[in-house]
């Protein structure tokens, strides 16, 4: 796999860089964020992710380390394409879309184009763990989050065709026995109750 390129910068465009490396130049899809970061100067230095298909090998190219951590975890939600990540990260920045989805800020990650309820609630159910995990946050966004897992576990629930007065119910009982319980976990439990 390609890890990064380092090399000189021949064609700049809002939505791909063309990078030559030891005379092989590399078409690069980019973000907007990567777009706005890369230096007029020739010399640059992108870090890279390799999508193999079968009709296509695509590079995504990103400024940061951050930025590509952050696109791999969107790429990694099922019904996220790289397309959709692409779009994440170019209209949010990959500490916005981490705080967005550590708070379950549905609206923030619904804000961006393609990107419906379904899909927003999905993104923050998969990724919560693993952003709180990888990147840890302070502690006063896990409190925030804790707050809001209430109503995050109910939304899903909902999404999912259950009646929300008696999802409700069960949440609260749920949560009365384990205040400790992530999202994730009392949905897992209410799925079995309800």
Not at 8 to 20: D, S
Not at 35 to 59: G, Q, W
Not at 174 to 186: R, T, Y
């Amino acid at each position: 796999m390609i890890n990064h390129l380092r090399g000189k910068l021949v064609e700049k465009n809002p939505t791909y860089a063309v990078v030559e490396c030891a005379g092989v130049g590399y078409f690069v899809n980019i973000s907007l964020q990567t777009f706005s970061a890369l230096p007029d100067s020739e010399s640059i230095h992108l870090y890279t992710h390799l999508i193999v298909k079968e009709d296509a090998h695509t590079l995504y190219g990103f400024h940061s380390q951050l930025e590509r951590e952050v696109f791999r975890l969107l790429i990694s939600v099922s019904g996220v394409g790289p397309s959709t990540g692409r779009m994440m990260i170019s209209s949010l920045e990959p500490k916005e879309i981490q705080q967005g989805i550590v708070d379950g800020d549905v609206g923030l990650i619904q804000s961006v184009k393609g990107i419906g309820a379904k899909t927003a609630q999905r993104i923050i159910l998969d990724l919560r763990d693993k952003i709180m995990k990888t990147y840890q946050m302070e502690s006063e966004s896990l409190v925030t989050a804790d707050l809001s897992s209430k109503e995050e576990a109910l939304s899903a629930l909902e999404v999912l065709g259950f009646n929300a007065k008696q999802s409700e119910k069960v949440i609260v009982k749920l949560l009365k026995e384990d205040p400790d319980l992530n999202v994730e976990q009392i949905i897992k439990k209410a799925l079995k109750t309800l």
